[in-house]
């Protein structure tokens, strides 16, 4: 037999182990050599003809995490996507055609092609936690299932439940994967291989009547294109087709095929070769890679992510209160210091309110209560390993800040601020110990984005800025590396794009018109609700702090809004009216031209900053520019990012734009500095 | 070095503020409150939680949920999984119990360093099923067959499903089977309390909580809890400003209807809070380099007729006294806890009377007088609540403070227990500097 270097085959009294452990990895994914591989051992499966097959992992932790994405990459068409489809859908069939039973053990994530494999068994055991993930998250990166996956879901769990686990991408807990029958069993890890054995020794229940009943039902082309049409409803809402086809595709490949196995394998197949070949599936593969590029800063500095256990918080406004929760529900210990009672208390509601969210066990909410503590007296400060100031934007009293807790701070404690105008050389120069100083600049809403901007100034500390990054990986957040100049990254490019919207609304054009311009290009929140959002006064203070350092100026409608006291969502009114934390938007219409003018000068708005960004080195380079843009503003993830988007336009066909602009709107739209410069390679 | 004796000194101490019960369930649970005023007074301490040697908790009325509630604070407190953690349970006097079990063990040379406290929270006392509605439950579930089932149905009465109120139940001594109230009915009447007394015994707590309110001298003791509906508590919420002799001699006697004395207004207020102290003994105040705020001396405590409890003081303070061999002049400062007017107002009465000294105290004749100067100046029980389990610790801690204020020396705190009880305990402060005498 060949030598096989991904797979284990082990024999004990009838039991057949059959063992996935993918060398030099620290996750099983399944390229074409685990798949090839699991081919040439199924042979000798059939072969020895054991009782049972046991599908194991042979890492401590994680099932299968998904196919080998870095795979998706070398695909240059559809042709040799479809064959490498193809190979996979034999290699699966095999598996689930094995004459005895099957049963794959799930000692954690079970990922997209993981859970695919699984589903080929004849059963599936998971162990229970709370942290381990089992779904099919291929929409996220622009495809659907290609290994089989939905047509066995399906068959598995019923097409309701499967079509919105799929369409959604969105991943189980082990114990609601049983609930839905995604899994046979969640029990503890020390009871795996029993629960396994167990699952074997059972005879397969027929189907109920009530799921006989549904499955004759479904098998009729009209229920299924009933059913399709409620969910597309739902689907729509959610992401525009043009922008993300693979989950309207998914739907369609089961509302023409729903009762044929075979076609919709086929189908499925040739589904996902279109699809992986597409330019959006390229750029949410580009981002996935970009993500995990920034979640191994840390690591290559070779910082300890690990001693990160207690975290001071100065300031319990809304982004203070919501970085100390977060921290939290992260397995931090957060005191949280305000000399405003009032402040504090509401603090300690919105963190309520976000653990009980996600944690919804009463016992692990009181648990994380537990950790967050409201400090009045600010006695926290002397034992915590980060020590994190978000008060108001006054330089003064950040200064007073930091000359204060470096007074108390344990030594080797990160001093940070999570400011988002003040430059920090002059935060930090009062300190004994200046490099200890950096900025954690956090996005609004906390818990949601997942960016944090790790801000270098002058003075800070090689040293402090590897520990700042390997905290942000600790609370499970993308750190990007950012100079200390006004607005850093996101908010520098996001704000002439705002202005512009709020210029448009001061031209008479709807909010409502404004905000629809930019999501029909893919933003994931219109300007205009974005600002209500902020906040009008923080976007005025740091539209005011960003046009003194680099010119223009911020219309006068926001600052009459200001002082008319209207400062968006949080005083019920800003350009919309606020009720329930939902906007009030109207109906409005407006044709396809106007709707394509307004989204060019909000976008070029943004090029043309992201340019100048490049030129001025505020980060380190295109790729860290479009995950910044994407993962801490909402940029249209499918469209890879400001610069990719340049790209996509031809730079010079985008140059050329400007001209036009220019020539309308005036000298806001003039090319920056930076352009000529520009080395975009493909 | 076990059996080595080693003084105990006073650390350091917090405390919730107290919450008066408004019918419903409170926002905090026992251990929550423990949780809530223990956190902040760790966060300032030089050492860490997890180097306590033992946590004890004084707890009448633990939740469903809090069974030894010292441990479950001690390990949400973060004290960690090795240090043991135990509860202690002597009615009112629970969170006294505790400084008393934690002195003794570090008197001994058990621990070193101890985190003792009492926690109460009377709102969450428990409304039960009666034993019978509960056996009745156990049949109808037995029943198997259908008629058995009809049976065990006919057996049902409305009446069955009468609640039993754990708080009022708490206040009735069970064994004499008088409330709590009455009981002080019965010392006041014995040693001629008017009412009147009561009710100016009672605003003169109110109005001497008022204006410590107002000089900021909780500000050091409270630290303020917040719940998870966005309110922050920071003040003792049992304080009534307008509270007159006048306006209290307008309420309806609770306990002797129609004609007694003890009304809702001078007795003390059903109430949720936590205290904690730490306590060291020398070797830890080395290792820490702690600083020493006072000294624990000496703990009595005494048995009386639980129909006379209210005089729990008068029997545990007098012994306290002699065999420390100091008169009543001696004692600088007196806390005795205000379970109702009536009740301290009949120990001092006592103290006064030769008679009762000599008959039921052993003495040679009266003790004295204490100076109402000296006594609760910033209010009791009647104003700031009585969270049974709590009050012993808090009147320690308190009488602590005032000592520091006044730099005077040494204080008695001291309470009656239901069931037929006194504590005192006798402390006294750190030498800060030279006394002018």
């Given at each position: 037999m060949a030598q096989l270097n991904n797979w284990r085959i082990n024999s004990e009294s009838g039991w057949c182990r059959l063992t996935l452990d993918v060398p030099r990895a620290s996750q099983n994914v399944l390229s074409a050599e685990v798949i090839a591989e699991l081919d040439i051992a199924l042979e000798q499966i059939e072969r020895d003809a054991p009782n049972a097959v046991l599908l194991c992992s042979g890492?401590?932790?994680?099932f299968v995490a998904g196919a080998d994405v870095r795979e998706f990459a070398k695909i240059e068409s559809g042709e040799q996507a479809a064959e490498a489809l193809a190979s996979a859908h034999r290699v699966f069939a095999r598996l689930e055609a094995l004459p005895m039973p099957s049963v794959a053990l799930i000692n954690g994530h079970c990922l997209g092609g993981g859970l695919e494999l699984a589903l080929a068994c004849d059963f599936r055991v998971a162990a229970d936690s709370e942290s381990a993930r089992i779904g099919l998250p291929e929409v996220l990166l622009g495809i659907h299932p290609g290994f089989g996956g939905s047509v066995r879901l399906i068959e598995t769990i019923g097409a309701p439940a499967a079509l919105q686990l799929m369409l959604s991408g969105r991943g189980l807990a082990p114990r609601s994967a049983r609930r839905l029958g995604v899994v046979d069993y969640a029990v503890p890890m020390r009871q795996l291989e029993s629960a396994a054995r167990y699952a074997v020794s059972r005879p397969r229940l027929p189907d109920g009547k009530l799921k006989g009943l549904w499955k004759t039902v479904m098998a009729s082309l009209p229920a299924r294109a009933l059913m399709c049409a409620f969910i597309k409803r739902q689907l729509r809402a959610r992401v525009r087709r043009e922008h993300y086809p693979a989950p309207y595709q998914l739907l369609e490949l089961w509302r023409r095929h729903g009762n044929d196995r075979e076609a919709m394998f086929a189908a499925e197949r040739e589904s996902v070769a279109q699809l992986i070949t597409s330019a959006a599936s390229r750029n949410l593969v580009k981002l996935f890679f970009l993500r995990e590029k920034l979640k191994k800063i840390p690591k290559e500095t070779g910082k300890?992510?690990?001693?990160?256990s207690h975290i001071h918080v100065i300031g319990a406004g809304v982004m203070g209160g919501d970085i100390a929760a977060w921290c939290v529900l992260r397995g931090l210990r957060a005191t949280l210091h305000d000399s405003n009672p009032a402040a504090l208390a509401n603090a300690m509601k919105r963190a309520h309110n976000l653990f009980r969210r996600r944690l919804k066990s009463p016992r692990l909410v009181q648990r994380a209560l537990d950790r967050f503590q409201p400090d009045p007296a600010g006695d926290g400060a002397r034992r915590a390993d980060v020590i994190l100031e978000a008060i108001v934007e006054d330089r003064a009293a950040k200064a007073a800040v930091f000359a204060e807790a470096q007074k108390v701070a344990r030594s080797g404690a990160l001093l940070a601020t999570n400011t988002s105008g003040i430059p920090l050389e002059e935060l930090a120069s009062g300190l004994r110990a200046p490099g200890q100083l950096v900025g954690l600049h956090f996005f609004n809403p906390v818990a949601r984005m997942q960016l944090i901007e790790v801000v270098r100034g002058e003075q800070s500390s090689p040293d402090s800025l590897a520990a700042a990054a390997a905290f942000a990986a600790r609370i499970g957040r993308l750190p990007l590396a950012v100079k200390s100049r006004p607005g850093f990254l996101v908010n520098r490019i996001l704000m002439p794009y705002l202005l512009e919207a709020v210029q448009l609304l001061e031209e008479g054009v709807r909010g409502e018109i404004v905000d629809r311009a930019a999501e029909q290009f893919g933003m994931a929140m219109g300007p205009v609700e974005l600002a209500d959002n902020v906040g009008l006064d923080v976007c005025m203070h740091v539209a005011r702090n960003l046009t003194k350092t680099y010119g223009g100026e911020a219309p006068g409608m926001l600052a009459q809004k200001v002082e008319g006291g209207n400062l968006g969502k949080k005083t019920g009114e800003g350009f919309y009216r606020w009720t329930r934390g939902k906007a009030q938007k109207e109906k409005a219409d407006s044709d396809a031209r106007t709707l394509a003018a307004i989204e060019e000068r909000l976008i070029f708005r943004m090029l043309n900053e992201s340019v100048a960004c490049l030129n001025e080195g505020i980060v380190d380079g295109a790729d860290s520019l479009d995950a910044g843009m994407v993962f801490g503003a909402g940029f249209a993830p499918f469209r890879g990012g400001p610069v990719a988007y340049i790209i996509e336009q031809g730079q010079e066909a985008a140059l050329r734009r400007f001209d036009g602009l220019q020539e309308r709107y005036g000298e806001r739209f003039a090319p920056c500095a930076g352009w000529k410069e520009l080395q975009l390679g493909e | 070095m076990p059996n080595a004796q080693q003084n105990v000194y006073i650390i350091d101490g917090a405390r919730t503020p107290f919450l008066k019960a408004a019918g419903a369930p409170g926002p905090f649970a026992a251990a929550d409150l423990a949780v809530a005023a223990g956190r902040p007074l760790l966060a300032r301490q030089p050492f860490a939680p997890n180097e306590f040697d033992e946590v004890i908790l004084g707890c009448v009325g633990p939740g469903v949920d809090e069974a030894n509630i010292a441990r479950v604070a001690s390990l949400r407190l973060g004290c960690g999984e090795e240090t043991p953690a135990w509860t202690v349970g002597r009615n009112c006097a629970s969170g006294m119990q505790a400084l008393d079990s934690a002195a003794t063990n570090i008197a001994s040379g058990r621990a070193d360093l101890v985190l003792a406290g009492g926690a109460e929270s009377m709102s969450h006392a428990p409304v039960l099923f009666s034993l019978r509605f509960v056996a009745w439950l156990a049949g109808f579930s037995r029943a198997k067959t259908f008629p058995d089932k009809l049976r065990a149905l006919a057996r049902f009465r409305p009446g069955l499903l009468k609640p039993v109120i754990g708080l009022l139940r708490g206040l009735t001594d069970p064994v004499a089977g008088i409330n709590m109230g009455q009981t002080a009915e019965k010392v006041a009447h014995r040693f001629g309390v008017a009412r009147e007394e009561m009710d100016a015994f009672a605003a003169r707590s109110h109005e001497r909580l008022a204006a410590a309110v107002d000089d900021g001298f909780f500000e050091e003791e409270i630290v303020p809890i917040f719940d998870t509906a966005g309110n922050a508590y920071r003040e003792d919420t049992g304080l009534r400003r307008d509270s007159t002799p006048d306006k209290l001699a307008k309420l309806k006697p609770v306990f002797d209807r129609p004609a007694g004395k003890v009304t809702a207004g001078n007795s003390a207020q059903i109430t949720d809070g936590c205290a904690w102290l730490v306590l060291a003994g020398e070797r830890a105040v080395a290792r820490h380099n702690l600083r020493v705020r006072g000294r624990l001396l000496d703990c009595n405590w005494a048995g009386l007729d639980p129909a006379q409890m209210g005089l729990g003081p008068a029997h545990a303070g007098a012994p306290l006294l002699q065999r420390n061999q100091f008169e009543l002049h001696d004692i600088d400062y007196w806390e005795i806890n205000e379970a109702f007017a009536a009740q301290v107002l009949a120990c001092l009465a006592a103290w006064r009377s030769d008679e009762y000294c000599r008959e039921h105290l052993g003495l040679r004749g009266a003790l004295g007088e204490i100076d109402p100067a000296r006594l609760n100046i910033d209010g009791g029980g009647i104003s700031i609540g009585h969270p049974v389990g709590a009050s012993g610790a808090r009147i320690v801690l308190h009488a602590l403070r005032v000592l520091e204020k006044n730099d005077w020396r040494r204080a008695v705190a001291t309470l009656c227990i239901g069931g037929g009880q006194g504590g005192a305990m006798l402390i006294e402060r750190a030498e800060k500097k030279p006394r002018a005498n």
């Open positions: 890492k401590e932790r994680g300890e992510t690990a001693h990160f | -």
